[in-house]
């Protein structure tokens, strides 16, 4: 198998990069990958990362915890307790994560400030009826 075939190119239609990416991008799981990458090689139970998570729903916890132990990312363990206590650390792949997902948590922390004046200016424009104003140029094609 050749590199190239190893590699997926998010510039194909139906290359499964586009779905990682969907999965990858989302607040939850940087926060999650964070709060794991933290305890590295430790584990975090799961009620111990809801609480470190917050705004997460219990649901929307299992269901970015259940993506990342599906993708490889994270490794899951259930003590039979009652109730079952459950683990989680971060595999290797998990944790070559942690860096660029840093750099991206970081990124966005320094430049919130004026992307939300964008956003404001944008929605200003909007409803001005001037979106051009506000540097929003329409595609011809």
């Not at 990342?68 to 290797?92: I, K």
Request: with cysteine; proline share 6%; aromatic share 4%.
């Amino acid at each position: 198998m050749t590199a190239q075939a190893r590699r997926g190119d998010l510039f194909v239609p139906d290359c499964p990069t586009r779905q990682v990416l969907d999965r990858l991008g989302t607040k939850w799981t940087s926060m999650a990958v964070k709060v794991l990458a933290e305890a590295a090689p430790g584990e975090v139970r799961f009620a111990d990362l809801r609480r470190r998570m917050p705004g997460i729903s219990q649901k929307m916890l299992a269901v970015t915890l259940r993506s990342l132990v599906r993708d490889g990312l994270a490794g899951r363990r259930v003590e039979p307790t009652v109730p079952p206590q459950v683990h989680y650390r971060l595999t290797e792949l998990g944790l070559s994560l942690e860096v660029p997902l840093a750099a991206l948590r970081v990124w966005a922390e320094e430049n919130v400030v004026e992307i939300v004046a964008a956003n404001e200016a944008a929605d200003e424009a909007a409803a001005q009826g001037t979106a051009g104003a506000a540097g929003v140029v329409a595609d011809a094609g």
